[in-house]
C-alpha cells in the first residue's frame, strides 16, 4: 500500500488548511498522525470506510474535520483555526481498523509539513 499525502504549507495562525491522502488500496480504516521536531508521534484522527465514525485527538477536536471519499481511496483533514503548537510533519495511515497508537499502523505516507506562524 503507498499513501501520498499533501496539501501542507505555512499558514498564519488562526488560518486553515486542508490535507489530502490518497492510497493505492481500499483499507477500511485511514488516518493521521503528527509529529512536531522533539516530540512523540501524536495521534491526530482517523475514520472508518463509511466515514461515519470519526476519532480525534484531544488537542484537535473541534478544530479538525476527517472525512473520505471511497471513490478516490482518499482522506482528507481540515484543519480550522491553526496554532502554532499544530506545526509539525503529518502522516497519513491506513490499516484494518482504527488506533490511537502509531505502532497498530501498518501503513505510512511520506508526510507532508504544516507550519503555522504566530
Known amino acids: 500500500v503507498q499513501l501520498q499525502a499533501s496539501g501542507g504549507g505555512l499558514v498564519q495562525a488562526g488560518g486553515a488548511l486542508r490535507l489530502s491522502c490518497t492510497s493505492s488500496?481500499?483499507?477500511?480504516?485511514m488516518g493521521w498522525f503528527r509529529q512536531a521536531p522533539g516530540k512523540e508521534r501524536e495521534f491526530v484522527a482517523a475514520?472508518?470506510?463509511?466515514?461515519?465514525?470519526?476519532y480525534y485527538g484531544d488537542s484537535v477536536k473541534g478544530r479538525f474535520a476527517i472525512s473520505r471519499d471511497n471513490a478516490k481511496v482518499t482522506v482528507y483533514l481540515q484543519m480550522n483555526s491553526l496554532k502554532s503548537e499544530d506545526t509539525a510533519l503529518y502522516y497519513c495511515?491506513?490499516?484494518?481498523?482504527?488506533?490511537?497508537?502509531?505502532?497498530?499502523?501498518?501503513?505510512w505516507g511520506q508526510g507532508t509539513l504544516v507550519t503555522v506562524s504566530s
Open positions: 488500496a481500499a483499507d477500511p480504516a
Open positions: 495511515v491506513a490499516d484494518r481498523l482504527v488506533s490511537k497508537a502509531p505502532s497498530a499502523w501498518h501503513y
Open positions: 475514520t472508518t470506510w463509511y466515514g461515519r465514525d470519526q
